[in-house]
DNA sequence: CTGCATCCTGGGCGATACTG
DNA sequence: CAGTATCGCCCAGGATGCAG
């Protein structure tokens, strides 16, 4: 699968290679879908965090989504749910090994936001004021 | 901003390192938003490509959500766009250079869908999955 | 060929109230 | 505190048709 260069143009019917890139990236978007899973790994990539802890740092995420996502990343394996009190009932949410893997792309994903930002409003503050659509 | 490490639990008021790290990852998915994005710049990182090829080699997607997505990257600066030839209309698209940062990301992005896939299959034969956290 | 307008549906997501 | 149930909005995105 390598023997393919990063940049190489892929033309014709050395279509497979593509797709297949394609195809993986999808996979994973697929397991990260929706607005909160990457806030959420994003988070307890600093640690151990409680439902509710979860549910204030995370800005504007609701209960009914905050406990969905988290099944749902627990059944793909990426969170790891511990109860750690029943009275009254405490929930301890946790990164899999497997998910810490993640960490360092999320990362890369935060740098590159930042300097986004700082590109875009270069953008606007140089650009003769253009309207946009 | 980086003097925190990075899997250093962020407790009490250690709070606005979490916060802005999460913050920039939310600019990032809100540039990358939507199902197509992605998969796009995956694809242009193998090569220019006109959008008649885009529309073929990115599977599933709409004439009208490709014509979407290319605009709104193009004025994210992610894309260029360019004119080929007029009579009959051929465009070309291509990453920006600051584009192609997010290259090794998606890259990553791809190997850890891979290895996903092939986690998940393991589960659901019930084979022994192996131990998290 | 490239790309826009229109219509329409599913489901993502928010708000609120409720249970154990 | 953790999580579910119900209701409903709204918009991403599919299908189709038209225009330059």
Redesign the pocket.
């Known amino acids: 699968m390598e023997n393919q260069q990063d940049n190489a143009p892929c033309v014709g019917h050395d279509f497979s290679a593509c797709s297949k890139r394609i195809a993986a990236v999808h996979d994973t978007m697929d397991v990260l879908?929706?607005?909160?899973k990457i806030a959420i790994i994003s988070l307890l990539g600093f640690g151990t965090r409680?439902?509710?802890?979860i549910?204030k740092e995370v800005e504007?995420?609701?209960?009914?989504?905050?406990?969905?996502?988290?099944?749902d990343m627990e059944l793909n394996l990426l969170v790891k749910?511990t109860?750690?009190s029943e009275q009254?009932?405490?929930?301890?949410?946790s990164l899999t090994d497997y998910c810490v893997d993640l960490l360092p792309i999320i990362h890369s994903l935060a740098e590159w936001g930042t300097k986004h930002r700082q590109v875009i409003v270069q953008q606007i503050k140089g650009e003769p004021v253009l309207e946009m659509g």
């Open positions: 879908n929706g607005k909160w409680r439902y509710s802890e549910l504007g995420i609701s209960g009914k989504m905050l406990s969905r996502e988290l099944k749910r109860v750690v009254p009932i405490a929930v301890a949410y």
